[in-house]
């Protein structure tokens, strides 16, 4: 049996497009909490949204999904860096 914890992975996410003032941090947060994710999101004063996430690869992707499918969200670009995981790590929070 894998050891659930040697699957989660955590990223660091930067979003551009028209993703400040339309319910993003919300509904990451919301879709973060369905999904079982940590981490936390962050309107940058550049105008993009920065996100921390950690969990399963696959729950992270559907996030994505949810967050691009949105109808007000336009994500136009993510630039993704892998981080460590940080133990004891237990909601995901709007900063």
């Known amino acids: ?3 659930f914890i040697s699957e989660k992975i955590r990223q660091q ?10 319910g993003f941090r919300f509904t990451a947060q919301y879709t973060a909490e369905q999904l079982g994710l940590t981490g936390w999101v962050y309107n940058d004063y ?8 950690q969990g399963r690869p696959e729950s992270i992707k559907k996030m994505i999904e949810r967050l691009d499918s949105d109808r007000f969200i336009r994500i136009e670009t993510i630039e993704k860096t892998e ?10 929070y709007v900063r």
Do not use: A, T
Not at 13 to 22: A, C, D, I, K
Not at 83 to 92: A, I, R, T
């Open 13 to 22: 996410l930067r979003f551009r497009g028209r993703v400040q003032g339309v």
């Open 1 to 3: 049996m894998k050891n």
């Open 46 to 53: 550049d105008g993009s949204v920065l996100m921390e996430i």
């Open 83 to 92: 981080l460590p995981l940080v133990e004891h790590e237990v909601s995901f």
